[in-house]
């Protein structure tokens, strides 16, 4: 079983910038990929950026060019860097780890296995 703990959301002008980290404990060996995802009421929940071990990434369109997703292995440590922030980012903001299918990772929560809590992140205007 893995665990899954992220953090860093909060509250923060348009503009702005945010860093959410994530940990995983427990068995991650087959965790070849990790991602954030985001999710607002009514709505599924929709990729924001993926990672795998040898930090190859993807990101969401709507997200690109703004945030970067980076992470430290070696710390089971996955982070998002969320810069110039716009009110559409509001969200719950969730911490994934999953397998490879078919040598890939993808952008799409029904890859993933393992989730952490959420952290809110609300962007004002």
């Known amino acids: 079983q893995v665990h899954v703990v992220e953090s860093g959301g909060g509250s923060v002008q348009a503009g702005g910038s945010l860093r959410l980290s994530c940990t995983a404990s427990?068995?991650?060996?087959?965790?070849?990929?990790m991602g954030w995802f985001r999710q607002t009421p009514g709505k599924e929940r929709q990729g924001v950026a993926i990672?795998?071990?040898?930090?190859?990434?993807a990101y969401a369109s709507s997200v690109k060019g703004r945030f970067t997703i980076s992470q430290d292995n070696a710390k089971n440590s996955l982070y998002l860097q969320m810069n110039s922030l716009k009110p559409e980012d509001t969200a719950m903001y969730y911490c994934a780890a999953g397998p490879m299918y078919s040598g890939r990772c993808y952008l799409a929560s029904g890859f993933f296995h393992y989730w952490g809590q959420g952290t809110q992140v609300t962007v004002s205007s």
């Open positions: 427990g068995d991650a060996s087959t965790s070849y990929c």
């Open positions: 990672i795998d071990r040898d930090s190859g990434t």
